[in-house]
């Protein structure tokens, strides 16, 4: 499978805990982006990177949250200090380089549920 | 603040009808306008861009695009079960590194 990977696909958790989410990008694609959605609503950006630069946060990005891609290849998004506010599908996806149209292509997203 | 609007529905059609979902853009700079389909608990999949003004055609989608009046619109042929599913409109304002600014997307349920 050549798509966007993301690990785990479901996490539970109990409030004030930490998680960490990995995405997978598609092979070559240098840009990667972090997504969250919650039911009802469309995908709400979070932060991106292009290779392993970090090139925009979201104001939704409290300081409870942290993403990084080491070597601009795989990303982990980290959040501190769970809220139940934070229950969400989390969404993870690439494109490719050039200045074309930037489609992105999406994980199957990690859901977490904070208790 | 970039807005993207779209009627949350549900819209329902009969099986072999056009189906026809609609999207409104307030960022006048928006430049790149993305179709979604997104199954309940699953994650968004990629249907069609566009980004001049007009048609653009793919299978039994096409995309239209009026930069003037704002508004990006997305056509089903030949509705099936199978095309129910959220329809969900994205923006960039520019091409290159962007990310996204998505609607709420529009419910679709075809029925047989």
């Known amino acids: 499978d050549t798509g966007v990977s993301q690990d785990p696909r479901h996490k539970i958790t109990k409030r004030g805990q930490n998680v960490t989410f990995r995405c997978d990008p598609i092979?070559?694609?240098?840009?990667l982006y972090w997504y969250r959605q919650t039911l009802g609503q469309g995908p709400e950006f979070l932060t991106y990177f292009q290779n392993e630069a970090q090139l925009e946060k979201s104001r939704l990005l409290s300081d409870r949250f942290s993403a990084e891609r080491p070597k601009g290849s795989f990303s982990t998004l980290e959040i501190q200090r769970t809220e139940q506010g934070d229950s969400a599908m989390y969404l993870c996806a690439s494109s490719p380089r050039g200045g074309g149209p930037n489609e992105q292509f999406f994980g199957p997203g990690t859901r977490l549920t904070v208790l | 603040q970039k807005e993207v609007e779209q009627n949350s529905g549900p819209l329902s059609v009969p099986e072999g009808a056009i189906a026809s979902l609609n999207c409104t853009y307030s960022d006048r700079g928006s430049q790149s306008f993305f179709w979604y389909r997104q199954y309940s608990g699953k994650s968004p999949e990629l249907i069609m861009f566009?980004?001049?003004?007009g048609d653009k055609e793919d299978g039994r989608f096409t995309a239209q695009l009026n930069k003037a009046s704002q508004y990006v619109s997305l056509l089903i042929r030949d509705s099936q079960p199978s095309d129910s599913a959220t329809y969900l409109c994205a923006v960039t304002p520019f091409s290159g590194n962007t990310p996204l600014v998505f609607g709420k997307g529009t419910r679709l349920s075809v029925i047989a």
């Open positions: 566009i980004y001049s003004n």
């Open positions: 092979s070559e694609h240098n840009r």
